[in-house]
């Protein structure tokens, strides 16, 4: 299981460094669970000294697909990793919607950041009116085909896939546990079909969308739902560490 924390725009350097110092306490105990907080770039080299010697890893909510180069206000991979990231969420729906996120520029930051040494974080997800449609399955595969489209991979933790309808993000609606569970199913097969059973088995598919300590069991108790990307509800310390303790004892 893994948990990760996408703090989205929000705290400046004192408030981040007080999260991640709550989440640090909060999830001190969290047994298998892999625990990761994503904060704003800028606080990335501060929270990387508190979180030392802890077990939450930190990643990035973005990165650029070039390493360097005239990209003014970009962030390469290798910047990331020399900052103590281990995760870099790429695709994200907000990304996706409102920056220009294409299918194709997120292949290319996949690639990027499997090759210097990041896990990258790989969102999908339908928006409302293509599940209306009963267009989920068919949106949410093209997603997937064209992020890992000519990638190889040998070991399964060098990647995540996080499912995010978009309808259910930051809205406090969530998918029912049988929506999620189908969907994962759907991608779990497509990771066994370009990477073999052995890997794709062990890639870690999480849920993401208005999760909270109140609907976490149902969701992680689902067999293919392998932990959360949880927004609004990592911004509090007693949240995020109320749903990692969820995600303890649901561990398989
Ligand atoms: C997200 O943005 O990745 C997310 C899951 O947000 P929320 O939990 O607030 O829906």
């Known amino acids: 299981m893994l948990i990760a924390g996408n703090w ?20 001190a105990d969290a047994g298998p669970v892999q ?3 994503c904060p704003p770039y800028v606080h990335l080299g501060a929270l990387s000294s508190t979180l030392k010697n802890s077990r939450v890893r930190l990643g990035a909510q973005n990165m650029h697909s070039a390493d360097k180069g005239p990209f003014t206000g970009e962030i390469s991979a290798s910047m990331l990793l020399s900052v103590g990231c281990h995760y870099v969420i790429l695709g994200h729906s907000e990304r996706r919607q ?29 928006h409302l009116r293509e599940r209306s449609a009963g267009a989920e399955k068919e949106v949410v595969a093209s997603q997937i085909k064209f992020a890992l489209e000519d990638l190889k991979l040998v070991a399964p933790n060098a990647l995540v896939i996080a499912y995010e309808p978009v309808w259910a993000i930051g809205t406090g609606k969530t998918a029912t546990p049988g929506q999620a569970q189908e969907i994962h199913a759907l991608i779990r097969s497509l990771l066994v079909r370009q990477f073999g059973g052995e890997v794709a088995s062990g890639v870690h598919i999480l849920y993401g969308g208005s999760m909270n300590p109140g609907n ?14 949880i927004g609004g509800a990592s911004l509090k310390a007693e949240d995020f560490g109320a749903i990692v303790e969820i995600a303890q004892s649901v561990s398989r």
């Open 8 to 27: 989205k725009m929000h705290l400046d350097a004192r408030g981040a460094n007080e999260l991640a110092r709550g989440v640090m306490d909060a999830t």
């Open 35 to 37: 625990v990761a907080v």
């Open 98 to 126: 409102k920056f220009g996120e294409t299918d194709a520029s997120v292949n290319a930051k996949v690639k990027r950041a499997l090759r210097t040494g990041l896990v990258p974080i790989i969102c999908v997800g339908e």
């Open 216 to 229: 976490a069991r149902e969701l992680l108790v689902q067999p293919d739902v392998d932990g959360g990307l």
